[in-house]
């Protein structure tokens, strides 16, 4: 649910440089190819990690969850990913101006930025997995 506000806010968000903007399933059936629009981003879970219960014979666990948004930048004036290394820039701070300090409807925390890193870099394009965390409590009570 999350990762689908991700996207519908990714997608919504005005001045958006992404030619396209899907979720995991998309991303893994790229395998060694490129998007078919550049800039791309694709949004998935990353990681989840509860706490201990703060119940006895009920449920109350924090849920925290780290979101990965994979950027990819083409730029062809060079092979060698030098300039979509300098167009990734932009694109994070769009993706970041996006999620930091915002609340998805189906979390009970804020977005905040975990950090960055470059995951690849082939073909004139660079894949940059930036890292968000999110929260949500888990309970046993209906809503």
């Known amino acids: 649910m999350i990762v689908a506000e991700i ?76 300039a979509a290394a300098s167009d990734i820039e932009s694109l994070k701070r769009f993706v970041r101006s996006a999620l930091v300090g915002w609340e998805p409807p189906a979390a009970d925390d804020i977005v905040t930025n975990v950090g960055a890193r470059i995951v690849r870099v082939r073909d004139g394009a660079v894949w940059c997995e930036m890292t968000f965390a999110t929260a949500l409590y888990e309970t046993d009570e209906e809503a």
């Not at 849920?63 to 030098?82: F, M, Q, R, Y």
């Open 7 to 82: 996207i519908e806010r990714l997608r919504a968000r005005t001045g958006s440089p992404f030619g396209l903007i899907e979720g995991a399933a998309e991303l893994a059936s790229l395998g060694n190819a490129q998007p078919t629009a550049l800039p791309a981003a694709y949004v998935y879970t990353a990681e989840e990690a509860a706490e201990p219960n703060d119940r006895i014979g009920a449920v109350l666990q924090r849920l925290e969850i780290d979101i990965a948004v994979v950027v990819i930048a083409g730029n062809v004036s060079d092979a060698t990913g030098a």
